[in-house]
């Protein structure tokens, strides 16, 4: 597992729906940019406990600008320090300063990482003056400037890409919004299944957690580890056979009648399927080793099992495999 720690600054920000006079040159930028530059839009709602509208809210407009209208950036930037005075909360990051990220968060259940795709980056909060315990908060990031580069001989032109945010939520409680954290890059496995290719596809998946959850995360998968290891070694190191039956390790006494003939019926299969098979001394050894503990069954289910065996010595040619099934019957009570 790879991981790559970065120290930042963690802001749990969140949003509203009218628009506040402390904040209102943001507002206005961010409505004018969005009604002139071609945006994708991303929405999600989220209403309180006992209210019944949605008006907590988290919105991302994905951007890229070409051309002149890269110098609409600044007017957004300008929004942003017309507005600072008034903001209780700020992070701001420009170029090769790494030292400011935001983690904004609806509801305490959909975070979004501001200042991971983009190097640089603006983020305000403010109080909502009509309830002190909501806050509106604002971000923009967007990358370096590329304009001008020299790419295989020639110049390009200016383009950038970035998104604005803006939210309304509850206020976060205590220092959450403004303190030194270090957050950790984890990379997860991930399958899933692709239509087109009509097969199951193996990714890694990129995500930032907070040390906190980071260390809760990996304490958990250490006691999934933990678990199936002392299962394995339970398997492997005491000459047992176990059998999983729903989510338990049972050797074969141990087991209901139900799931001793279910084990048998499936082993029986696989016999009769492949008698020939490298495989096949695998399927009669477990048939022998539940044999020799198939004291759950009663007389009628004995006797069924019994029957079965005799067809499964007719089946197999291999004659170490014939005896070991015969020992399998002689088990039973007849």
């Avoid at 957004?76 to 005075?85: G, R, T, V």
């Avoid at 919004?177 to 299944?193: H, M, Q």
């Avoid at 729903?246 to 141990?254: N, P, R, S, V, W």
């Amino acid at each position: 597992m790879k991981k790559i720690i970065t120290t930042f600054f963690s802001l749990t920000l969140a949003l509203a729906p009218a628009t506040m006079q402390a904040q209102e040159h943001i507002e206005a930028a961010f409505k004018n940019f969005i009604k002139e530059v071609k945006v994708s839009k991303f929405e999600t709602k989220a209403k309180q406990a006992g209210k019944k509208k949605f008006d907590n809210y988290l919105t991302i407009y994905n951007f890229t600008l070409k051309g002149k209208d890269v110098s609409r950036i600044e007017a957004i930037n300008e929004a942003f320090n017309a507005d600072e005075s008034n903001a209780y909360n700020i992070i701001s990051r420009t170029g090769d300063d790494h030292n400011g990220m935001a983690s904004f968060t609806l509801m305490g259940k959909m975070t979004v990482i501001v200042g991971e795709k983009y190097e640089n980056l603006n983020v305000m909060c403010f109080e909502d003056p009509s309830d002190s315990t909501m806050r509106y908060a604002y971000a923009v990031e967007w990358e370096v400037d590329k304009g001008d580069a020299i790419v295989d001989g020639r110049p390009t032109d200016s383009s950038v890409k970035g998104r604005l945010i803006e939210t309304y939520s509850p206020r976060p409680k205590g220092v959450s919004e403004a303190k030194y954290e270090k957050f950790t890059r984890i990379t997860l496995p991930s399958l899933y299944f692709d239509k087109k290719r009509k097969g199951t596809i193996f990714q890694d998946i990129d995500k930032l957690k907070t040390d906190d959850k980071t260390l809760k995360w990996v304490e958990k998968q250490n006691q999934k580890t933990d678990k199936y290891i002392k299962k394995f070694d339970r398997n492997t190191h005491d000459g047992n056979t176990y059998y999983d039956v729903g989510d338990q390790y049972l050797m074969a006494k141990e087991l209901e009648s139900a799931s001793w003939l279910s084990i048998f019926n499936n082993m029986s299969n696989l016999t009769e399927k492949y008698p020939k098979g490298k495989t096949t001394s695998y399927y009669v050894a477990t048939i022998y080793d539940l044999c020799k503990n198939a004291n759950q069954l009663d007389s009628d289910e004995q006797k069924l099992v019994v029957k079965e065996l005799d067809r499964l010595i007719n089946l197999v040619p291999d004659t170490f495999l014939k005896e070991l099934l015969k020992k399998s019957k002689k088990c039973l009570k007849e």
